[in-house]
């Protein structure tokens, strides 16, 4: 059972990336799913979450309007789309699972997971 994060990397502020997400070992479909991020010095948050059905999402409010989660269940990834980044973007972004009965929730809490990625950097600079 493992969770892979890929697409991180350097970036300028205005920029965009694409993270994925790819479960082996299981299939998402029976999961709801989390991003979460750490910058050094900080404690990890909840970036977005995704319900089972992908017809429920949330996000940070420091996010909001910029990153766009989405899942594809056919390939077994969830992704992050990442735009307008900032400098305070910058931090090592992981994806987390949780299998559950409910289709349509989600949430960003980090306790609520249990199957957890080893991150992607991801560095918004100039």
């Known amino acids: 059972v493992q969770l892979v994060e890929t697409g991180g990397g350097l970036v300028q502020p205005g920029g965009s990336l694409r993270l994925s997400c790819t479960a082996s070992?299981?299939?998402?479909?029976?999961?709801?799913v989390g991003w979460f991020r750490q910058a050094p010095g900080r404690e990890r948050e909840g970036v977005s979450c995704v319900s089972r059905s992908g017809g429920t999402t949330m996000y940070a409010d420091s996010v909001k309007g910029r990153f766009t989660i989405s899942r594809d269940n056919v390939k077994n990834t969830v992704y992050l789309h990442l735009n307008s980044l900032k400098p305070e973007d910058t931090a090592v972004y992981y994806c987390a699972a949780v299998r559950t009965t409910f289709q349509t929730t989600c949430n960003m809490i980090d306790r609520g997971y249990d199957n957890w990625g080893q991150g992607t950097q991801v560095t918004v600079s100039s």
């Open positions: 070992g299981f299939t998402l479909d029976y999961f709801r």
